[in-house]
């Protein structure tokens, strides 16, 4: 039996009523997911103080990290919620790799390592690799020979923070060296006052903070800068959530002005800080 002229076009209707339900169906569960779930966002933070980047847990909110932390989370109209637990600058990358942090802000620096891990936003701050040399033993070492000379070829006792960018840059900057890793960087300067180690690594702020701090250390120890290595300072995104990366990278563009600071201006705001 033939079927009507009507009764194709109600089983076309039915049909086309039937293939206008799926895609809507479909664009429903495709829905993109918000950039921050929960109305907040989770913030790894350090749980030491790095002035003037950020403060010691529980020390306050002022710091261009935190800054930066509030300025996102309220232009993506949630709250921030800080986690203080990382005890190394890896543990905040540990935090994203596992999902229990949206973000990592805290001087954490750029590396190809954490690179295969996480995402990261473009550099705020970008700095020069320096050296924490022990004056006595730099001269033993040099024997009258200018550093920059023997420098990368240095095979004495190279300081790092564990867990820092410096400890992963020391093997290739440094092949030769015998790298001891400290938990921290007051044990580092330490190792340097007493003379146990020959040099210390990390950025030229850090450095220059350190002397700006205790000046006596000019007489004990000099500082080098790595005029060709550069550290570049960027925020860490979960790897999962690229939306929120171009999110911060549009923040960073947008309402900080493309703004990337260096050692000066930082080491400026810090001894602003500690007049204040």
Same mark, same amino acid.
């Given at each position: 039996?033939?079927?009507?002229?009507?009764?194709?076009?109600? /089983?076309?209707g039915?049909?086309? *009523?039937?293939?206008?339900a799926q895609?809507?169906?479909?664009?429903a569960?495709s829905?993109?997911?918000p $950039?921050?779930a929960?109305?907040?966002l989770?913030?790894?933070?350090?749980a030491?103080?790095s002035?003037?980047? &950020?403060p /010691?847990? @529980?020390a306050?909110?002022k @710091?261009?990290? =935190?800054?930066?932390?509030?300025?996102?989370a309220?232009?993506?109209g949630?709250?921030? %919620?800080f986690?203080?637990?990382a005890a190394?600058f890896?543990?905040m990358?540990?935090?994203?790799?596992? @999902?229990?942090?949206d $973000? !990592?802000?805290?001087?954490l620096s750029?590396?190809?390592q954490r690179?295969?891990s996480?995402l990261y936003?473009?550099?705020y701050a =970008?700095?020069?690799?320096?050296l924490?040399?022990n #004056?006595l033993?730099?001269? #033993?070492?040099?024997?009258?020979?200018?550093p +920059?000379? $023997?420098?990368r070829?240095?095979?004495g006792? *190279?300081?790092?923070? +564990?867990?820092?960018? &410096?400890?992963?840059?020391? /093997?290739?900057t440094f092949p030769? !060296?015998?790298?001891?890793?400290?938990?921290?960087?007051?044990?580092v300067v330490?190792?340097?006052?007493?003379?146990t180690?020959?040099?210390?690594y990390?950025?030229? &702020?850090e450095?220059?903070?350190?002397m700006?701090?205790?000046p006596?250390m000019? %007489?004990?120890?000099r500082?080098?800068?790595?005029?060709d290595?550069v550290?570049?300072?960027?925020i860490?995104?979960r790897?999962?959530n690229?939306h *929120?990366?171009?999110? %911060?990278?549009?923040y960073?563009?947008?309402?900080?002005g493309q703004?990337v600071?260096?050692?000066? +201006?930082?080491? /400026?705001?810090?001894?602003?800080g500690?007049? !204040?």
């Open positions: 039996m033939s079927l009507t002229r009507r009764t194709l076009l109600a /089983a076309g039915g049909g086309l *009523l039937i293939a206008q895609p809507a169906s479909a664009q569960d829905a993109p997911s $950039i921050a929960n109305n907040a989770r913030i790894a933070m350090p030491f103080a002035d003037p980047f &950020f /010691a847990d @529980g306050g909110d @710091g261009i990290d =935190m800054e930066l932390a509030r300025g996102i309220a232009e993506l949630v709250e921030p %919620v986690d203080r637990s190394t890896d543990g990358v540990k935090q994203l790799m596992s @999902g229990q942090a $973000i !990592a802000i805290g001087k750029r590396t190809l690179g295969r996480i936003s473009r550099p =970008m700095l020069h690799q320096g924490l040399a #004056r033993n730099l001269a #033993r070492i040099t024997q009258g020979k200018p +920059e000379q $023997i420098i070829d240095f095979s006792d *190279l300081g790092v923070i +564990e867990g820092s960018s &410096f400890a992963t840059y020391a /093997a290739t030769h !060296a015998q790298v001891r890793r400290f938990a921290g960087w007051n044990t330490d190792a340097i006052r007493n003379g180690i020959d040099m210390a990390r950025d030229d &702020f450095i220059k903070k350190l700006v701090d205790d006596s000019t %007489v004990v120890a500082s080098i800068t790595l005029t290595k550290d570049t300072i960027a860490g995104v790897p999962d690229p *929120l990366a171009a999110f %911060v990278d549009l960073l563009d947008l309402a900080r703004q600071l260096n050692t000066d +201006e930082i080491i /400026a705001r810090y001894r602003l500690s007049k !204040a």
